[in-house]
Protein backbone atom coordinates (compact mmCIF):
# COMPACT_ATOMS: atom_id res chain seq x y z
CA UNK A 1 0.00 0.00 0.00
CA UNK A 2 1.70 3.25 -1.02
CA UNK A 3 1.24 6.58 1.04
CA UNK A 4 2.17 9.82 -0.79
CA UNK A 5 3.75 12.74 1.17
CA UNK A 6 4.98 16.44 -0.25
CA UNK A 7 6.86 18.41 2.11
CA UNK A 8 7.99 21.89 1.51
CA UNK A 9 10.88 21.33 3.58
CA UNK A 10 12.78 18.98 6.36
CA UNK A 11 11.13 19.91 9.92
CA UNK A 12 13.29 22.67 11.58
CA UNK A 13 14.67 23.84 14.52
CA UNK A 14 16.10 27.36 15.39
CA UNK A 15 17.25 29.66 18.55
CA UNK A 16 19.93 31.01 20.00
CA UNK A 17 20.25 31.80 24.09
CA UNK A 18 16.81 31.15 26.06
CA UNK A 19 14.52 30.76 22.72
CA UNK A 20 14.16 27.63 20.81
CA UNK A 21 11.78 27.45 18.02
CA UNK A 22 10.32 23.84 16.58
CA UNK A 23 8.93 24.05 13.27
CA UNK A 24 6.90 20.79 12.05
CA UNK A 25 6.67 20.50 8.09
CA UNK A 26 3.19 19.35 6.98
CA UNK A 27 2.31 17.03 3.98
CA UNK A 28 1.30 19.66 1.27
CA UNK A 29 -1.01 17.38 -0.01
CA UNK A 30 -3.67 17.07 2.99
CA UNK A 31 -6.47 20.16 4.36
CA UNK A 32 -4.47 23.07 6.02
CA UNK A 33 -3.89 22.39 9.56
CA UNK A 34 -1.68 24.15 11.41
CA UNK A 35 -0.51 24.97 14.82
CA UNK A 36 1.40 27.70 17.53
CA UNK A 37 2.22 27.00 20.40
CA UNK A 38 4.51 28.47 23.39
CA UNK A 39 5.38 25.41 25.56
CA UNK A 40 5.18 26.14 29.43
CA UNK A 41 5.34 22.23 30.32
CA UNK A 42 8.49 22.12 28.78
CA UNK A 43 9.87 18.90 30.88
CA UNK A 44 6.77 16.88 30.80
CA UNK A 45 6.46 17.39 27.00
CA UNK A 46 10.04 16.57 26.41
CA UNK A 47 9.53 13.23 28.23
CA UNK A 48 6.46 12.55 26.42
CA UNK A 49 7.66 13.12 23.02
CA UNK A 50 10.87 11.18 23.76
CA UNK A 51 8.91 7.78 24.95
CA UNK A 52 7.20 8.56 21.67
CA UNK A 53 9.92 8.49 19.74
CA UNK A 54 10.82 5.12 21.20
CA UNK A 55 8.04 3.84 20.30
CA UNK A 56 8.29 4.90 16.88
CA UNK A 57 12.21 2.94 16.80
CA UNK A 58 10.49 0.33 18.47
CA UNK A 59 11.22 -3.34 16.75
CA UNK A 60 11.95 -6.43 18.97
CA UNK A 61 11.72 -9.13 16.68
CA UNK A 62 14.54 -11.81 17.30
CA UNK A 63 16.98 -11.00 15.41
CA UNK A 64 19.53 -14.18 14.79
CA UNK A 65 22.91 -13.33 15.63
CA UNK A 66 25.81 -13.22 13.06
CA UNK A 67 28.41 -16.23 14.40
CA UNK A 68 30.93 -15.87 10.76
CA UNK A 69 33.37 -13.53 12.76
CA UNK A 70 32.98 -15.86 15.74
CA UNK A 71 33.63 -19.05 14.07
CA UNK A 72 36.74 -17.10 11.57
CA UNK A 73 38.29 -16.45 14.88
CA UNK A 74 37.26 -19.93 16.78
CA UNK A 75 39.62 -21.48 13.23
CA UNK A 76 42.33 -19.14 13.38
CA UNK A 77 42.59 -19.93 16.96
CA UNK A 78 42.56 -23.89 16.45
CA UNK A 79 45.15 -23.09 13.31
CA UNK A 80 47.53 -21.63 15.97
CA UNK A 81 46.77 -24.02 18.56
CA UNK A 82 47.57 -26.96 16.02
CA UNK A 83 50.82 -25.46 15.26
CA UNK A 84 52.02 -24.89 18.36
CA UNK A 85 51.05 -28.47 19.69
CA UNK A 86 53.11 -29.82 16.12
CA UNK A 87 55.98 -27.73 17.56
CA UNK A 88 57.30 -31.03 19.40
CA UNK A 89 60.85 -28.96 19.77
CA UNK A 90 62.06 -25.83 21.97
CA UNK A 91 63.61 -24.88 18.97
CA UNK A 92 60.65 -24.40 16.30
CA UNK A 93 58.59 -22.77 19.40
CA UNK A 94 61.05 -19.74 20.41
CA UNK A 95 61.11 -19.01 16.14
CA UNK A 96 57.29 -19.13 16.32
CA UNK A 97 56.95 -16.77 19.49
CA UNK A 98 59.96 -14.30 17.64
CA UNK A 99 57.65 -14.75 14.12
CA UNK A 100 54.15 -13.54 16.44
CA UNK A 101 56.15 -10.75 18.33
CA UNK A 102 57.69 -9.10 14.47
CA UNK A 103 53.88 -9.86 13.15
CA UNK A 104 52.26 -8.35 15.95
CA UNK A 105 54.94 -5.30 15.91
CA UNK A 106 53.98 -4.96 12.04
CA UNK A 107 49.95 -4.81 12.62
CA UNK A 108 50.92 -2.54 15.50
CA UNK A 109 52.71 0.13 12.69
CA UNK A 110 49.63 -0.77 10.14
CA UNK A 111 47.15 0.38 12.40
CA UNK A 112 49.04 3.50 13.19
CA UNK A 113 48.92 4.42 9.39
CA UNK A 114 45.97 3.35 8.73
CA UNK A 115 44.11 5.13 11.52
CA UNK A 116 43.22 8.62 9.68
CA UNK A 117 41.80 5.90 6.78
CA UNK A 118 39.99 3.84 9.76
CA UNK A 119 38.76 7.01 11.32
CA UNK A 120 37.56 9.28 8.02
CA UNK A 121 35.86 5.76 7.02
CA UNK A 122 33.35 5.88 10.61
CA UNK A 123 33.18 9.61 9.33
CA UNK A 124 31.30 8.30 6.51
CA UNK A 125 29.24 5.46 8.10
CA UNK A 126 27.96 7.74 10.45
CA UNK A 127 26.36 10.07 8.20
CA UNK A 128 25.22 7.32 6.14
CA UNK A 129 23.62 6.25 9.63
CA UNK A 130 22.30 9.67 10.15
CA UNK A 131 21.26 9.99 6.42
CA UNK A 132 19.45 6.48 6.16
CA UNK A 133 17.92 6.79 10.28
CA UNK A 134 14.70 8.29 8.79
CA UNK A 135 13.88 5.66 6.37
CA UNK A 136 13.83 3.60 9.78
CA UNK A 137 10.24 6.04 10.56
CA UNK A 138 8.10 3.55 8.38
CA UNK A 139 5.09 6.19 8.27
CA UNK A 140 6.04 9.84 9.76
CA UNK A 141 3.84 10.43 12.65
CA UNK A 142 0.20 11.74 12.42
CA UNK A 143 -0.67 15.01 14.25
CA UNK A 144 -4.02 15.80 14.67
CA UNK A 145 -5.22 20.08 15.74
CA UNK A 146 -8.55 19.62 17.66
CA UNK A 147 -10.49 22.38 19.48
CA UNK A 148 -9.18 21.07 22.72
CA UNK A 149 -5.58 19.41 22.17
CA UNK A 150 -3.09 18.87 19.92
CA UNK A 151 -2.10 14.98 19.67
CA UNK A 152 0.20 12.85 17.85
CA UNK A 153 0.35 8.90 16.87
CA UNK A 154 2.87 6.53 15.50
CA UNK A 155 3.47 2.90 15.17
CA UNK A 156 6.25 1.27 15.91
CA UNK A 157 8.35 -0.98 13.07
CA UNK A 158 7.63 -4.23 14.41
CA UNK A 159 4.06 -3.87 14.04
CA UNK A 160 3.22 -4.19 17.88
CA UNK A 161 3.09 -0.83 19.53
CA UNK A 162 1.47 1.70 19.30
CA UNK A 163 1.82 5.43 21.05
CA UNK A 164 -0.17 8.58 21.44
CA UNK A 165 0.47 11.79 23.12
CA UNK A 166 -2.18 14.30 23.52
CA UNK A 167 -1.05 18.03 24.72
CA UNK A 168 -4.14 20.23 26.04
CA UNK A 169 -3.72 23.79 25.62
CA UNK A 170 -3.10 24.12 29.20
CA UNK A 171 0.15 22.78 28.47
CA UNK A 172 1.35 26.42 26.03
CA UNK A 173 1.67 29.48 27.44
CA UNK A 174 -0.27 31.07 24.62
CA UNK A 175 -1.67 29.41 21.57
CA UNK A 176 -1.52 32.07 18.55
CA UNK A 177 -3.66 30.38 16.29
CA UNK A 178 -4.68 26.89 14.84
CA UNK A 179 -6.32 25.21 12.36
CA UNK A 180 -8.62 22.05 13.11
CA UNK A 181 -7.36 18.45 11.64
CA UNK A 182 -5.15 15.78 10.22
CA UNK A 183 -1.86 15.76 8.41
CA UNK A 184 1.35 13.78 8.55
CA UNK A 185 4.54 15.55 10.22
CA UNK A 186 8.05 15.46 8.75
CA UNK A 187 9.78 13.91 11.58
CA UNK A 188 13.85 13.21 11.43
CA UNK A 189 16.40 12.09 13.91
CA UNK A 190 17.91 15.48 13.55
CA UNK A 191 14.30 16.25 15.44
CA UNK A 192 14.60 14.36 17.93
CA UNK A 193 17.71 15.02 18.89
CA UNK A 194 16.53 18.73 19.10
CA UNK A 195 13.76 17.96 21.86
CA UNK A 196 16.30 16.21 24.14
CA UNK A 197 17.76 20.20 25.00
CA UNK A 198 14.24 21.28 26.01
CA UNK A 199 14.91 23.20 29.14
CA UNK A 200 12.59 24.60 31.87
CA UNK A 201 14.54 28.38 31.21
CA UNK A 202 14.47 28.32 27.96
CA UNK A 203 11.19 28.94 25.92
CA UNK A 204 10.15 26.70 23.23
CA UNK A 205 8.33 27.63 20.79
CA UNK A 206 6.05 24.56 19.22
CA UNK A 207 4.42 24.64 15.50
CA UNK A 208 2.77 22.78 12.89
CA UNK A 209 4.03 25.86 10.08
CA UNK A 210 1.11 26.95 8.50
CA UNK A 211 3.52 28.31 5.66
CA UNK A 212 3.94 25.15 4.46
CA UNK A 213 -0.07 25.62 2.21
CA UNK A 214 1.27 28.98 0.97
CA UNK A 215 1.94 27.26 -2.38
CA UNK A 216 3.83 29.53 -5.60
CA UNK A 217 3.32 28.76 -8.87
CA UNK A 218 6.29 30.64 -10.22
CA UNK A 219 9.44 29.74 -9.68
CA UNK A 220 11.06 26.68 -8.43
CA UNK A 221 9.60 25.52 -4.97
CA UNK A 222 11.61 23.41 -3.07
CA UNK A 223 9.53 20.38 -1.74
CA UNK A 224 10.25 17.42 -0.48
CA UNK A 225 8.35 14.29 -2.06
CA UNK A 226 8.35 11.15 -0.02
CA UNK A 227 6.78 8.13 -1.37
CA UNK A 228 5.91 4.74 1.01
CA UNK A 229 5.18 1.38 0.03
CA UNK A 230 3.60 0.09 3.58
CA UNK A 231 2.93 -3.53 3.99
CA UNK A 232 -1.08 -4.25 4.53
CA UNK A 233 -0.35 -5.69 8.22
CA UNK A 234 1.43 -2.30 9.22
CA UNK A 235 -1.56 -0.57 8.49
CA UNK A 236 -4.15 -3.42 9.31
CA UNK A 237 -2.20 -3.23 12.60
CA UNK A 238 -2.42 0.07 13.56
CA UNK A 239 -6.51 -0.19 12.54
CA UNK A 240 -6.60 -3.04 15.22
CA UNK A 241 -5.04 -1.40 17.88
CA UNK A 242 -6.57 1.52 17.14
CA UNK A 243 -10.36 -0.07 16.99
CA UNK A 244 -9.56 -2.04 20.66
CA UNK A 245 -9.60 1.20 22.59
CA UNK A 246 -13.26 1.27 22.50
CA UNK A 247 -13.95 -2.06 23.43
CA UNK A 248 -14.94 -2.82 26.74
CA UNK A 249 -11.58 -3.50 29.29
CA UNK A 250 -10.95 -4.71 32.63
CA UNK A 251 -9.43 -1.22 34.01
CA UNK A 252 -7.21 -0.39 37.27
CA UNK A 253 -5.09 2.40 38.48
CA UNK A 254 -1.14 1.68 39.09
CA UNK A 255 1.36 3.72 40.91
CA UNK A 256 4.07 4.96 38.95
CA UNK A 257 6.62 2.95 41.67
CA UNK A 258 4.72 0.10 40.54
CA UNK A 259 5.54 0.95 36.60
CA UNK A 260 8.90 1.28 38.16
CA UNK A 261 9.28 -2.11 40.14
CA UNK A 262 8.03 -3.51 37.13
CA UNK A 263 10.76 -2.09 34.41
CA UNK A 264 13.14 -2.93 37.04
CA UNK A 265 12.75 -6.10 37.41
CA UNK A 266 12.49 -6.79 33.52
CA UNK A 267 15.97 -5.09 33.48
CA UNK A 268 17.67 -7.25 35.92
CA UNK A 269 16.68 -10.82 34.00
CA UNK A 270 16.06 -12.02 30.83
CA UNK A 271 14.61 -15.34 30.29
CA UNK A 272 15.74 -18.21 28.78
CA UNK A 273 12.47 -20.00 27.79
CA UNK A 274 8.49 -19.93 28.59
CA UNK A 275 6.18 -19.32 29.52
CA UNK A 276 6.97 -15.34 29.06
CA UNK A 277 3.78 -14.14 30.49
CA UNK A 278 3.31 -10.97 32.43
CA UNK A 279 0.13 -12.08 34.96
CA UNK A 280 -2.07 -9.47 36.62
CA UNK A 281 -4.13 -10.97 39.91
CA UNK A 282 -6.84 -8.88 40.63
CA UNK A 283 -9.10 -8.94 43.89
CA UNK A 284 -11.51 -7.00 44.87
CA UNK A 285 -10.45 -4.41 47.74
CA UNK A 286 -6.59 -6.29 48.16
CA UNK A 287 -3.39 -4.64 46.36
CA UNK A 288 -3.19 -5.30 42.69
CA UNK A 289 -0.37 -8.28 42.36
CA UNK A 290 1.75 -9.03 39.39
CA UNK A 291 3.42 -11.87 38.93
CA UNK A 292 6.66 -11.97 35.99
CA UNK A 293 6.85 -16.11 34.60
CA UNK A 294 8.50 -18.14 34.10
CA UNK A 295 10.44 -16.96 37.34
CA UNK A 296 6.56 -16.50 39.28
CA UNK A 297 8.74 -13.23 40.83
CA UNK A 298 5.24 -11.00 42.45
CA UNK A 299 5.47 -7.55 42.56
CA UNK A 300 2.50 -6.70 45.24
CA UNK A 301 1.33 -2.94 44.31
CA UNK A 302 1.01 -1.68 47.45
CA UNK A 303 0.04 1.62 46.67
CA UNK A 304 -2.64 0.62 44.06
CA UNK A 305 -5.96 -1.56 45.02
CA UNK A 306 -8.13 -2.83 42.96
CA UNK A 307 -11.32 -1.22 42.65
CA UNK A 308 -13.31 -4.28 40.51
CA UNK A 309 -16.23 -6.20 41.46
CA UNK A 310 -14.92 -9.38 40.77
CA UNK A 311 -11.69 -10.81 40.61
CA UNK A 312 -9.80 -11.99 37.57
CA UNK A 313 -6.53 -12.85 36.57
CA UNK A 314 -5.21 -11.67 32.82
CA UNK A 315 -1.97 -12.68 31.07
CA UNK A 316 -0.17 -10.52 28.70
CA UNK A 317 3.11 -11.50 26.91
CA UNK A 318 5.28 -8.62 24.72
CA UNK A 319 5.77 -7.26 28.17
CA UNK A 320 9.73 -5.59 27.67
CA UNK A 321 7.52 -2.99 25.32
CA UNK A 322 6.54 -1.48 28.83
CA UNK A 323 10.21 -0.34 28.92
CA UNK A 324 8.99 2.28 26.67
CA UNK A 325 7.00 4.01 29.99
CA UNK A 326 10.08 4.38 31.77
CA UNK A 327 11.12 8.04 30.99
CA UNK A 328 7.78 8.88 32.23
CA UNK A 329 7.90 7.54 35.73
CA UNK A 330 8.98 10.82 36.83
CA UNK A 331 6.48 13.13 35.33
CA UNK A 332 3.49 10.61 35.78
CA UNK A 333 0.76 11.03 38.19
CA UNK A 334 -0.67 7.48 37.77
CA UNK A 335 -0.81 4.86 34.51
CA UNK A 336 -4.14 3.90 33.90
CA UNK A 337 -4.03 0.06 32.58
CA UNK A 338 -7.01 -1.18 30.08
CA UNK A 339 -6.94 -4.98 29.41
CA UNK A 340 -9.04 -6.90 27.29
CA UNK A 341 -8.19 -10.29 28.01
CA UNK A 342 -5.47 -12.71 28.12
CA UNK A 343 -3.64 -12.28 25.06
CA UNK A 344 -5.69 -9.52 23.87
CA UNK A 345 -4.34 -5.90 23.58
CA UNK A 346 -3.73 -3.94 26.29
CA UNK A 347 -3.61 0.08 27.17
CA UNK A 348 -1.16 2.09 29.61
CA UNK A 349 -2.47 5.84 29.65
CA UNK A 350 0.06 7.81 31.61
CA UNK A 351 -1.71 10.89 33.26
CA UNK A 352 0.74 14.11 32.65
CA UNK A 353 -1.52 16.53 34.52
CA UNK A 354 -2.51 18.36 31.25
CA UNK A 355 -0.59 16.08 29.17
CA UNK A 356 -1.93 12.22 28.63
CA UNK A 357 0.51 9.43 26.44
CA UNK A 358 -1.57 6.22 25.63
CA UNK A 359 1.18 3.03 24.85
CA UNK A 360 -0.68 0.23 23.12
CA UNK A 361 0.33 -2.65 22.88
CA UNK A 362 -0.71 -5.78 20.20
CA UNK A 363 -1.33 -9.36 21.72
CA UNK A 364 2.13 -10.49 21.29
CA UNK A 365 5.27 -8.51 19.51
CA UNK A 366 5.50 -10.59 17.38
CA UNK A 367 1.88 -11.48 14.94
CA UNK A 368 3.42 -14.38 13.14
CA UNK A 369 0.60 -17.21 11.53
CA UNK A 370 1.25 -18.85 14.83
CA UNK A 371 -1.30 -16.04 16.48
CA UNK A 372 -3.05 -15.55 13.72
CA UNK A 373 -6.97 -14.99 14.22
CA UNK A 374 -6.95 -14.81 17.59
CA UNK A 375 -7.68 -11.50 17.54
CA UNK A 376 -10.33 -10.05 14.93
CA UNK A 377 -11.39 -7.03 15.77
CA UNK A 378 -11.61 -5.63 11.96
CA UNK A 379 -15.27 -8.00 12.04
CA UNK A 380 -18.18 -5.66 12.31
CA UNK A 381 -19.63 -5.82 15.34
CA UNK A 382 -23.18 -3.43 14.59
CA UNK A 383 -25.52 -3.69 11.49
CA UNK A 384 -25.94 0.12 10.75
CA UNK A 385 -27.08 1.34 7.20
CA UNK A 386 -24.91 3.60 5.20
CA UNK A 387 -26.90 6.95 5.58
CA UNK A 388 -27.28 6.83 9.66
CA UNK A 389 -23.01 6.47 9.57
CA UNK A 390 -22.85 9.17 7.34
CA UNK A 391 -24.65 11.32 9.49
CA UNK A 392 -23.14 10.46 12.82
CA UNK A 393 -19.90 11.14 11.31
CA UNK A 394 -20.65 14.73 9.89
CA UNK A 395 -22.01 15.59 13.40
CA UNK A 396 -18.95 14.42 14.92
CA UNK A 397 -16.82 16.74 12.73
CA UNK A 398 -18.97 19.25 13.60
CA UNK A 399 -17.33 19.46 16.97
CA UNK A 400 -14.43 17.17 15.95
CA UNK A 401 -15.00 15.31 19.65
CA UNK A 402 -17.88 14.42 21.56
CA UNK A 403 -18.89 11.73 24.07
CA UNK A 404 -21.70 8.69 21.91
CA UNK A 405 -24.28 9.90 24.33
CA UNK A 406 -23.67 13.46 23.85
CA UNK A 407 -23.55 12.62 19.95
CA UNK A 408 -26.98 10.28 20.29
CA UNK A 409 -28.42 12.65 22.48
CA UNK A 410 -28.16 15.62 19.80
CA UNK A 411 -29.29 13.37 16.91
CA UNK A 412 -32.01 11.53 18.41
CA UNK A 413 -30.42 8.16 18.02
CA UNK A 414 -29.90 4.99 19.49
CA UNK A 415 -26.53 4.98 21.83
CA UNK A 416 -25.67 1.46 20.15
CA UNK A 417 -26.74 2.94 16.55
CA UNK A 418 -24.09 6.06 17.10
CA UNK A 419 -21.45 3.54 18.57
CA UNK A 420 -21.60 0.86 15.86
CA UNK A 421 -21.20 4.13 13.15
CA UNK A 422 -18.63 5.05 15.31
CA UNK A 423 -16.79 1.71 15.46
CA UNK A 424 -16.88 1.18 11.40
CA UNK A 425 -15.06 5.05 11.19
CA UNK A 426 -12.44 4.02 13.74
CA UNK A 427 -11.95 0.45 11.60
CA UNK A 428 -11.80 2.54 8.53
CA UNK A 429 -8.74 5.23 10.14
CA UNK A 430 -11.43 7.81 9.79
CA UNK A 431 -12.01 8.17 13.83
CA UNK A 432 -10.33 7.64 17.23
CA UNK A 433 -11.41 6.41 20.58
CA UNK A 434 -9.58 9.10 23.45
CA UNK A 435 -9.24 6.79 26.21
CA UNK A 436 -8.18 9.32 28.64
CA UNK A 437 -11.50 11.67 28.11
CA UNK A 438 -13.68 8.51 27.03
CA UNK A 439 -14.64 10.31 23.64
CA UNK A 440 -14.32 10.03 19.91
CA UNK A 441 -12.43 12.48 18.03
CA UNK A 442 -11.97 12.95 14.20
CA UNK A 443 -8.96 11.62 12.89
CA UNK A 444 -8.29 10.68 8.75
CA UNK A 445 -5.43 8.60 9.25
CA UNK A 446 -4.51 8.65 5.31
CA UNK A 447 -5.61 11.83 2.90
CA UNK A 448 -7.50 8.87 0.45
CA UNK A 449 -9.84 6.36 1.84
CA UNK A 450 -7.87 2.99 3.05
CA UNK A 451 -8.66 -0.24 1.01
CA UNK A 452 -10.40 -2.25 3.76
CA UNK A 453 -11.24 -5.44 1.54
CA UNK A 454 -7.63 -5.73 1.45
CA UNK A 455 -6.44 -4.51 5.60
CA UNK A 456 -9.45 -6.49 7.21
CA UNK A 457 -7.99 -10.14 7.03
CA UNK A 458 -4.45 -11.25 6.24
CA UNK A 459 -5.16 -13.87 3.93
CA UNK A 460 -7.73 -15.85 2.33
CA UNK A 461 -7.78 -18.70 4.95
CA UNK A 462 -8.38 -15.76 8.29
CA UNK A 463 -11.49 -14.62 5.74
CA UNK A 464 -12.56 -18.09 5.33
CA UNK A 465 -12.12 -18.74 9.17
CA UNK A 466 -14.34 -15.66 10.20
CA UNK A 467 -17.01 -17.05 7.68
CA UNK A 468 -17.35 -20.40 9.86
CA UNK A 469 -17.66 -18.41 12.74
CA UNK A 470 -20.72 -16.50 11.50
CA UNK A 471 -22.38 -19.66 10.03
CA UNK A 472 -22.18 -21.43 13.11
CA UNK A 473 -20.14 -23.85 11.71
CA UNK A 474 -17.29 -24.49 14.57
CA UNK A 475 -17.72 -27.15 17.27
CA UNK A 476 -14.84 -27.37 20.03
CA UNK A 477 -15.22 -31.47 21.04
CA UNK A 478 -12.34 -31.53 23.81
CA UNK A 479 -10.38 -29.36 25.48
CA UNK A 480 -7.58 -30.70 27.57
CA UNK A 481 -4.53 -29.38 29.30
CA UNK A 482 -1.18 -31.75 29.72
CA UNK A 483 1.20 -31.77 32.19
CA UNK A 484 3.50 -29.39 30.48
CA UNK A 485 0.70 -26.84 30.21
CA UNK A 486 -0.08 -26.99 26.65
CA UNK A 487 -3.57 -26.96 25.34
CA UNK A 488 -4.98 -29.39 23.31
CA UNK A 489 -8.08 -28.62 21.21
CA UNK A 490 -10.26 -30.97 19.28
CA UNK A 491 -13.36 -30.48 17.08
CA UNK A 492 -15.32 -30.27 13.97
CA UNK A 493 -16.03 -27.55 11.04
CA UNK A 494 -18.47 -27.71 8.52
CA UNK A 495 -17.08 -26.96 4.94
CA UNK A 496 -19.79 -27.35 3.02
CA UNK A 497 -21.36 -31.23 2.85
CA UNK A 498 -17.87 -32.22 4.24
CA UNK A 499 -17.08 -32.40 7.99
CA UNK A 500 -12.99 -31.84 8.66
CA UNK A 501 -11.69 -32.61 11.98
CA UNK A 502 -8.73 -29.62 12.82
CA UNK A 503 -6.41 -30.59 15.94
CA UNK A 504 -4.79 -27.67 17.73
CA UNK A 505 -2.24 -27.81 20.20
CA UNK A 506 -1.20 -24.28 22.18
CA UNK A 507 2.01 -23.68 24.41
CA UNK A 508 1.64 -21.56 27.18
CA UNK A 509 2.71 -19.07 25.81
CA UNK A 510 -0.50 -19.01 23.31
CA UNK A 511 1.78 -19.91 20.64
CA UNK A 512 0.27 -22.89 17.92
CA UNK A 513 2.93 -25.62 18.22
CA UNK A 514 1.12 -28.45 16.41
CA UNK A 515 -1.70 -28.30 14.26
CA UNK A 516 -3.62 -31.21 12.09
CA UNK A 517 -6.58 -31.08 10.15
CA UNK A 518 -8.09 -33.72 7.58
CA UNK A 519 -8.92 -30.70 5.02
CA UNK A 520 -6.65 -31.20 1.44
CA UNK A 521 -4.78 -27.74 2.13
CA UNK A 522 -3.18 -29.11 4.73
CA UNK A 523 -2.06 -32.56 3.58
CA UNK A 524 -0.66 -30.76 0.87
CA UNK A 525 1.21 -28.00 2.95
CA UNK A 526 1.43 -28.69 6.37
CA UNK A 527 2.06 -26.07 8.70
CA UNK A 528 4.92 -24.48 6.09
CA UNK A 529 2.56 -22.36 4.84
CA UNK A 530 0.81 -21.68 7.67
CA UNK A 531 -2.59 -23.13 9.61
CA UNK A 532 -5.42 -23.91 6.96
CA UNK A 533 -9.06 -22.15 7.68
CA UNK A 534 -10.21 -24.77 9.58
CA UNK A 535 -7.55 -24.92 12.28
CA UNK A 536 -7.87 -21.03 12.55
CA UNK A 537 -11.47 -21.23 12.96
CA UNK A 538 -11.15 -24.07 15.99
CA UNK A 539 -8.70 -21.82 17.83
CA UNK A 540 -10.48 -18.61 17.19
CA UNK A 541 -13.86 -20.53 18.41
CA UNK A 542 -12.36 -21.35 21.65
CA UNK A 543 -10.85 -17.45 21.91
CA UNK A 544 -14.45 -16.57 21.64
CA UNK A 545 -15.80 -18.83 24.04
CA UNK A 546 -13.52 -18.60 26.78
CA UNK A 547 -13.51 -14.63 26.43
Not at 112 to 124: D, G, I, K, S, T
Not at 259 to 266: D, H, K, Q, R, V
Not at 348 to 376: E, H, I, K, P, Q
Request: aromatic content about 10%.
Amino acid sequence: MEFNYNYKRNSQVSGQGDQAQMSFSPDLTREPTYFRGQLRQNIAFREAISALHDVVVSDLRFQPQDKTAYKAWAAQRDDIDWQRVAAQRQEVTEKLEAFQAELTDLHRRSSNRLAPFYQARQQYFNYLYRKDYDAWFVLDPVITVHPDEVFFECFSQDESSYGRLGASYNVFDQVNDFACGTTNVDYSATLYDEFQKIRSYRQTLLEVDPSGFEVETTGTAAYKEVKIDLPDTWVRGFLQVSSAMALPAIQFDLHPMDIYNLCFALRRRREKHGPRSLRYHLTPGEPIRMVLEPWDQEIVCARSIYQGHKPEMVRVWGRRRLLILERLIPVARKFTVHLLGTGLPSFYVADLNDMSFTLGLSGWTANDWSRAGNFDLMAPRAQVDDWTKRQVFEALKQNWVESPADLARRLGLDQSVVLGALSAYTQAGRAIYDLNKQVYRVRELARDPLPMDKLRFSNEREAQATRFLDQNAVRVSQSSVDGKGTLLLQGTVQHGDKTLQPIVAIDRDERMVHGECTCNWHQQNKLFKGPCEHILALRMQHSRAVS
